[in-house]
């Protein structure tokens, strides 16, 4: 079964600072994907990144960058310049290839961004 | 130009009684899902289906029913609606083919459904 752990349940950070949202995993799979989704207060799942196992380069988009650790299975989140916007849920997600291949979700951290 | 629609965004209904949660894509997706994301905001999958087919029955009760007419269109019948049932439920879909690949998958806006 595969798990998704993410133990901080909020974080804040003031605006334009660097915040790190920490995300572990546990899979027997060698083939998979991991992401990063915000729920902000309007409830919308949005994703923020998507990582593929088998990359070794770190994905970006923008602010938002990943830290992936394969061997740890660790995958965190880094948010720069953080914006008031960034107040959102985040959660970490996986999934593989499989005939039960599906989203597992981590808990999910509130993130604040102080003004 | 709405890639996941949900209707309605909110519901709120006596318990026993039946509802029906609507979804359709317009991406040309494969795959549609169905999670719940409960009163502590976990979220957990409920069923998938890959074009129009059950895929994934995650140990939900059988007073929920998806059905699928087809691949666009994914909805969600609960009967003898519980107070446990309150929660938000999303539709999700995804271009990935049923255990050939992955990919992202992208979610509608949300049903809060709301059980008195």
């Known amino acids: 079964a595969q798990t998704v752990t993410q133990s901080q349940p909020e974080m804040s950070v003031q605006e334009a600072e660097t915040v790190t949202l920490s995300c572990t995993y546990d899979?027997?799979?060698?083939?998979?994907?991991l992401f990063w989704y915000k729920q902000p207060p309007s409830r919308q799942m949005i994703l923020v990144i998507r990582q593929e196992a088998y990359k070794q380069q770190n994905a970006t988009e923008n602010r938002f960058s990943v830290n992936f650790q394969k061997a740890a299975k660790s995958f965190s989140l880094k948010i720069s310049d953080s914006q008031l916007g960034d107040t959102a849920m985040y959660f970490c997600a996986f999934t593989y290839t499989g005939a039960n291949s599906k989203l597992t979700f981590g808990k999910g951290i509130t993130l604040s961004v102080r003004p | 130009d709405t890639a996941v629609s949900q209707t309605p965004k909110y519901l709120v209904t006596q318990m026993g009684n039946d509802k029906s949660i609507k979804c359709e894509q317009n991406l040309g997706h494969d795959t549609m899902y169905w999670y719940k994301q409960d009163s502590k905001k976990f979220l957990k999958i409920m069923f998938s289906y890959n074009n129009k087919e059950l895929i994934i029955n995650e140990t939900v009760p059988n007073r929920f029913s998806p059905k699928s007419p087809d691949k666009a269109h994914l909805n969600l019948h609960i009967n003898s609606l519980e107070l446990g049932d309150s929660a938000v439920y999303f539709c999700?879909?995804?271009?990935?083919?049923?255990?050939?690949?992955?990919?992202?998958?992208?979610f509608g806006p949300g049903t809060r459904l709301t059980v008195l």
């Open positions: 899979t027997s799979e060698s083939n998979y994907y």
């Open positions: 999700a879909s995804s271009p990935v083919q049923y255990g050939l690949d992955i990919d992202t998958q992208y």
